[in-house]
């Protein structure tokens, strides 16, 4: 018994490693196998710890690198600043409807996440509901465009990850110790004083979760800039799948998907050192 019960914490944990071991380690290792793998389809790859794949990799693709992390970052700011409000507003002046709210925000998502970008790409059109509006009544010039442009990139991926940085947000709001701020209002502290030195900093492993939720998925994003960008706007996921599928060089693909991942990594062990949620609980401390 008292074997069993040293035992029990990692026999508990083992689904949960075998899931990791399965769905993360093995294709990890396949990916960077392949990444330093030489051949082609036809006769096959052969590993032969070809590193040059790498180096081309990030020399010949910087430009989408730049581009996917700037649309990222800039998704996942306004992506905050938009759902924050909501979320705040939901958790505490939500009342009982405070399910619906949250049923309304997810409803969109029970569509098909490329439908949802189709539907994107017939609203923004030239001569859509919005741009052939405006131009109708002569609010905007005939020549004006949103389409293929890095705004309608941009605003599809704030759009799809709306509900992805909400949900994290509400759920740490909605915890949060409503004595709290009545303490800070007892004290005189105006509503911005209790809002920044309350309820934000308590609030920051909800942006930290959204932080994850959105920068990761936004930066290895493809489907919106195919449906709703151009050329000019492509991003390293539109590189690595035209290179998966269509010219098939998969140890290229294979690299620049490590190469990204590694950059992703280092992108939130930065974030996490500067705005992590033990500064900021430091802070508020």
Known sequence: MRLGGKLAPYLLSL???????????????????????????????????NFQEFVDAFNGYQAPFIRSFWYGTASTIVTLLVSYPV???????????????????????FVSFVIRVLAWEFILSDQGVILGTLKQFGILPQSSRILSTQWAVIGGLIYNSFAYYVLPLYVVLEKLDRRLVRAANDLYASPVTAFMKIILPLSAPGIFAGFLLVFVTNVGDYVN?????????????????????????????AALSSILMLMLMVAILLYSKAFGTDTIQEYAA
């Open 87 to 109: 979320a705040y507003w939901i958790a505490f002046y939500g009342g009982r409807h405070k399910s619906t709210y949250l049923f309304l925000i997810m409803l969109p998502f």
């Open 15 to 49: 689904p949960g490693w075998a899931y990791l071991l399965v769905f993360f380690l093995i294709p990890l290792v396949s990916m960077l196998g392949m990444a330093l793998a030489v051949g082609d389809p036809i006769s096959g790859f052969v590993i032969s710890f």
């Open 225 to 253: 800039a195919a449906l709703l960008g151009g050329p000019g706007t492509y991003m390293i996921g539109n590189i690595i799948q035209d290179s998966f599928f269509q010219s098939q060089d998969y140890p290229m693909a």
